[in-house]
């Protein structure tokens, strides 16, 4: 089924951050033609590492375009009216040289690129290294790390180097001033041919006021610039991710960047402490860590061709929604364990959460009612009745607005009767910016359980009884703002719920056709990492484009991730489906690209986990998806539903008979109708691509507004 509502039709707008050449238009005017020839092609200036508009830390990474003919010796370059020629020493073979411009101010600068009276102006906007670009006001209080600089987390970068001994695939600590023997020392042989000591230097600093990480093969002793990179790094970069959910607040640990496959390929491996979501849920700040963190990359490291994400469970999370909210950020992902975003999962999380303490508290129950193990199954839609435990116990509570907020002084988080003005540690307080703020202090809170009838499918297949099904649909209840459990069904604050839609934290899909995705996904454990959620982002990617042929499917019996070879081979695999992309000059939109140029061996497959290759029906029998108490309540497979549309409630819908009590009951439980699956949900909708949350001084804008297109330079 496709959506037919416009918000998700697939974006005609992609931003390739990672190529090292943004196409800006521009006209040359004041230049005589003779008659009969073409007017030269206007000079232009773009930035290579950034939109002009996002750059942060002082420089960014510059390319001048020349008319044809143009003498670079005669071009004057100017920053703010300051001479910075010599910042462009570089000749391109191209008719354009690029040079690393430095010493830009905060707010708005003016960059010139002058042949006489004839050239281009680019108006460039530097922000704070510290942040924010376009997340909005930062969240506080923040605690930064022990040997910061100063309010933003500043800090010098560190350097390390490590090396890979002969016969080992453990890094070891590398002295330069006193290296091992060279004929200890492994060599790489990178994905471009190119063969090097196998010697890694890792950067270590803060951006975003978080720790930022990247790691490369480096010879020591030879010099690397941006423009003039050493020869083993070959133009790709790979982020790296961590696990699980949470809402920090201050500094943590950039995620591991010492994959020695991936380092011996020739990448450049990245990562921000903001991209693990286990420290940073907040999708806003996820992609914002990554835009300034690949712009310091390609600043200092050089031009990227592609960028690569990897990761498992809360690092598939962050991939598959910036991915989406953000396209061009990553132009391949390889969620492992995967989990399609953060919100809805965190539905199924919240009817956990709320079915634990109604089956776990008989004193709820009608005198007379028990239920078995087979009947709770049926209503999580998931055989393990211990799935709801392990996902609420490893997993924090971030609906709790009392809870232990990690980082937060204690004394300082919300207490409704003694400090009520307190941190309210909250996911949706976390990212306020997105959901802006009620009267009563809280932020919008996009979900509800209204109109669920739990149980449902159990009911029609006759392993739910009429008298359970009555008796948890009208005992269930809800939670109010402080996270009680209260009588009625709980109702989404409609502005909240509008903006988990627009701006991507209900990952929609529909900007997911923009890149490659191959998904690594093993049994399910019996511990949260449930294997539907594969299924539930192929059927948003079938829903909104008819096709998911950009998601390849890679199973295994290994749990969680499927084979334990998988997370190296599918970055390598998406190295050359992707160069097969770059290479394709048609004239064909980009996801047409990827689905035409996927070479003929990267398919959908199955192993027995240590990379042998098994028939798939051996991993359809033990690869089992089951589902969710939405699911099982009537929800689609998508699971994208956070708020349904109402339907009447009839008995002619059910094949079971009903007492009076029990219908009156229901009717008291349902009063506005059930969820009617068959229409999409209330305001559901698709993510509106590179949504700012702060105005140019720096005042949010709740809820996001597009930031339009990239800034053009000016021809004159």
Not at 91 to 108: I, K, W
Not at 453 to 459: E, F, I, M, S, V
Not at 492 to 506: E, F, N, W
């Amino acid at each position: 089924m496709h959506l037919h509502i416009g918000q998700l039709r697939p974006s005609r707008r992609f931003l390739l951050l990672a190529l090292p050449v943004v196409l800006v238009a521009g006209t040359l005017t004041g230049i005589s033609a003779a008659a009969g020839t073409t007017r030269p092609a206007p000079m232009r200036i773009v930035t290579l590492s950034n939109r002009a508009d996002l750059v942060s830390g002082g420089d960014v990474l510059t390319r001048v375009v020349l008319p044809a003919h143009a003498n670079p010796a005669a071009v004057r370059v100017s920053l703010n009216g300051h001479d910075v020629t010599r910042e462009f020493g570089t000749s391109r073979a191209d008719n354009a040289y690029e040079g690393l411009v430095t010493g830009l101010r905060l707010g708005r600068n003016t960059l010139v690129a002058r042949i006489g009276g004839h050239g281009a102006r680019l108006t460039i906007t530097n922000h704070p290294i510290g942040g924010p670009v376009f997340s909005g006001p930062q969240i506080k209080p923040w605690a930064c790390q022990s040997t910061a600089k100063d309010k933003q987390c500043d800090e010098p970068s560190a350097y390390s180097y490590s090396y890979k001994p002969v016969g080992s695939s453990q890094l070891q600590s590398y002295d330069p001033k006193n290296p091992p023997p060279a004929f200890t020392i492994d060599t790489a042989t990178t994905t471009d041919g190119v063969t090097v000591p196998f010697i890694v230097r890792q950067e270590t600093g803060y951006i975003d006021r978080d720790q930022f990480a990247i790691a490369t093969l480096w010879q020591p002793g030879k010099p690397w610039s941006a423009v003039a990179p050493q020869k083993q790094f070959n133009h790709r970069l790979v982020i790296t991710h961590g696990a699980s959910c949470d809402t920090e607040y201050g500094s943590g640990s950039a995620p591991s960047v010492t994959d020695t496959n991936m380092l011996g390929g020739g990448f450049v491996l990245m990562s921000n402490a903001l991209d693990n979501a286990g420290h940073n849920c907040n999708i806003v700040t996820q992609a914002e860590s990554l835009v300034m963190t690949k712009e310091y990359v390609v600043d200092h490291y050089g031009t990227l061709r592609w960028t690569i994400g990897s990761g498992c469970s809360g690092g598939s999370l962050v991939q598959q929604q910036v991915a989406n909210a953000y396209p061009g950020i990553y132009q391949g992902i390889t969620p492992q364990c995967s989990f399609t975003d953060a919100w809805s999962s965190a539905m199924q999380y919240v009817d956990y959460t709320a079915l634990l303490k109604y089956f776990e508290d008989p004193s709820r129950w009608t005198p007379g009612t028990t239920w078995d193990p087979l009947a709770i199954s049926q209503v999580l839609d998931h055989p393990n009745v211990g799935n709801p435990i392990t996902f609420t116990t490893a997993i924090p509570n971030s609906a709790n607005p009392s809870r232990s907020c990690p980082k937060v002084p204690a004394g300082q988080t919300y207490d409704p009767k003694t400090n009520p003005k307190g941190v309210k540690c909250t996911l949706q307080d976390y990212m306020v910016n997105v959901f802006g703020k009620r009267r009563d202090g809280f932020a919008n809170r996009p979900f509800g359980n209204d109109g669920i009838q739990y149980g449902l499918q159990g009911l029609l297949n006759g392993e739910v009884s009429v008298a359970q099904f009555v008796d948890l649909n009208t005992h269930l209840g809800g939670f109010d703002y402080n996270d009680n459990v209260q009588a009625a069904r709980s109702t989404p604050d409609l502005i909240g719920l509008k903006r988990v839609y627009t701006s991507g934290a209900v990952d929609s899909a529909n900007n997911l056709n923009q890149v490659a995705i191959i998904d690594l996904r093993g049994p399910d454990p019996g511990a949260f990492h449930d294997v539907y959620r594969t299924y539930a982002m192929r059927a948003r990617l079938l829903r909104d484009f008819g096709t998911a042929a950009n998601q390849v499917l890679w199973r295994g019996q290994v749990p969680l991730l499927g084979d334990v070879n998988y997370a190296d081979q599918a970055v390598f695999a998406e190295d050359r489906w992707l160069a097969r992309v770059a290479a394709d000059h048609r004239n064909l939109p980009l996801p047409a690209k990827i689905v035409q140029d996927k070479p003929g061996d990267i398919v959908d497959r199955c192993t027995n986990g240590a990379g042998v290759d098994i028939p798939s029906w051996e991993c359809d029998e033990v690869v089992a998806a089951y589902g969710t108490p939405r699911i099982g309540a009537g929800g689609p497979l998508a699971d994208d539903t956070l708020e349904c549309q109402k339907k009447p409630l009839r008995a002619s819908d059910y094949p079971v008979t009903f007492t009076a009590a029990q219908w009156t009951a229901l009717k008291k439980a349902f009063p506005t109708g059930v969820c009617d699956y068959s229409k999409l949900g209330v305001d559901q909708r698709g993510a509106i691509a590179w949504l700012t949350y702060q105005t140019a001084s720096g005042r949010v804008i709740y809820g996001g507004t597009p930031m339009g297109p990239p800034p053009a330079s000016v021809a004159f």
